[in-house]
T-cell receptor, first 114, second 108 residues
Framework: EAQVTQNPRYLITVTGKKLTVTCSQN?????MSWYRQDPGLGLRQIYY???????DKGDVPEGYKVSRKEKRNFPLILESPSPNQTSLYFC?????????????FGPGTRLTVL | QKEVEQNSGPLSVPEGAIASLNCTYS??????FFWYRQYSGKSPELIMS????GDKEDGRFTAQLNKASQYVSLLIRDSQPSDSATYLC????????FGTGTRLQVFP
């Protein structure tokens, strides 16, 4: 089954404790992206990657890191999480390198930072 | 000005009615337009894409695009309570830009 997977699905952590949210897709998509979704603000892009070893900042990159060492995986790293990073996070992938076409979303990770 | 604008709603319609969801965008160079459905706490799910002016129908869903007026709409015929969700409009500029969504409520 073609899909985007994320882990963990739910995470409660404390300020400053490094964490990683994994994302993997099995559709051989070039483009991958991370979004956060907050009430009233919609989906905001954090980082994106157009190919292996190619990553770039989205609209809200502060406090986040990413890497793209393999085509299928695109982990999101929070080196020192803070309460304002409490949010619902989605990973997405797309066939086209620009990402400017239909994107397929993972199930989401609900993160709470205390 | 926001790049993609939607009325947040909620839009309330009775079961069996037509629900009309609208979206306007600012970049005249936009080429591709998408509607996603998102149930509460779930991920967005692509339901329609449209690339040229006019209407595109898929089952109970019809997407309408008017590039001159810079709007795209989604019609849901014979609305069902299971259609109750937030509908996100997404527009291609040099990347995909999402609106904040319109919450649809279909009551029995």
């Amino acid at each position: 089954e073609a899909q985007v997977t994320q882990n963990p699905r739910y995470l409660i952590t404390v300020t400053g404790k490094k964490l990683t949210v994994t994302c993997s897709q099995n559709m051989n998509h070039e483009y991958m992206s991370w979004y956060r979704q907050d009430p009233g603000l919609g989906l905001r892009q954090i980082y994106y990657s157009m190919n292996v070893e190619v990553t770039d900042k989205g609209d809200v990159p502060e406090g986040y890191k990413v890497s793209r060492k393999e085509k299928r995986n695109f982990p999101l790293i929070l080196e020192s999480p803070s309460p304002n990073q409490t949010s619902l996070y989605f990973c997405a992938s797309s066939f086209m390198t620009s990402g400017a076409n239909e994107q397929f979303f993972g199930p989401g990770t609900r993160l709470t930072v205390l | 000005q926001k790049e993609v604008e939607q009325n947040s709603g909620p839009l309330s319609v009775p079961e069996g009615a037509i629900a009309s969801l609208n979206c306007t965008y600012s970049d005249r160079g936009s080429q591709s337009f998408f509607w996603y459905r998102q149930y509460s706490g779930k991920s967005p799910e692509l339901i329609m894409s449209i690339y040229s002016n006019g209407d595109k129908e898929d089952g109970r869903f019809t997407a309408q695009l008017n590039k001159a007026s810079q709007y795209v709409s989604l019609l849901i015929r014979d609305s069902q309570p299971s259609d109750s969700a937030t509908y996100l409009c997404a527009v291609n500029t040099d990347k995909l830009i999402f609106g904040t969504g319109t919450r649809l409520q279909v009551f029995p």
